[in-house]
Nanobody, 121 residues
Framework: QVQLVESGGGLVQAGGSLRLSCAASGRTFGTYTMGWFRRAPGKEREFVARVSTSGSSTRYADSVKGRFTISRDNAKNTMYLQMNSLKPEDTALYYC??????????????WGQGTQVTVSS
């Protein structure tokens, strides 16, 4: 069982930056692929970024490439999302998730409660 707690959300002006954190419980953090997702008002949840167990491999949604950076610190059981050049369309509830690779996809097994990011124009 893994418990995930997000933090770092808030209100920021367009062009600004925020750093989200996802703290995980348990001793198995380093065995999970970790990811960030978001759900904007009136929209479905969408993938933002993911990072491999070691942190050496990352993937991003096209909408955030070049602006967001995902990373993890396995010694601290924590994952991060550095968000720069924020846009109003980045406004959403951001969730972190832990999962395992199944063939070519990731099965996301655990989810946090989310942290709100609001970008004003």
């Amino acid at each position: 069982q893994v418990q995930l707690v997000e933090s770092g959300g808030g209100l920021v002006q367009a062009g600004g930056s925020l750093r989200l954190s996802c703290a995980a419980s348990g001793r198995t953090f380093g065995t999970y692929t970790m990811g960030w997702f978001r759900r904007a008002p009136g929209k479905e949840r969408e993938f933002v970024a993911r990072v491999s167990t070691s942190g050496s491999s990352t993937r991003y949604a096209d909408s955030v490439k070049g602006r967001f950076t995902i990373s993890r610190d396995n010694a601290k059981n924590t994952m991060y999302l550095q968000m720069n050049s924020l846009k109003p369309e980045d406004t959403a509830l951001y969730y972190c998730a832990a999962g395992r690779v199944v063939i070519t996809t990731v099965s996301w097994d655990y989810w946090g409660q989310g942290t709100q990011v609001t970008v004003s124009s």
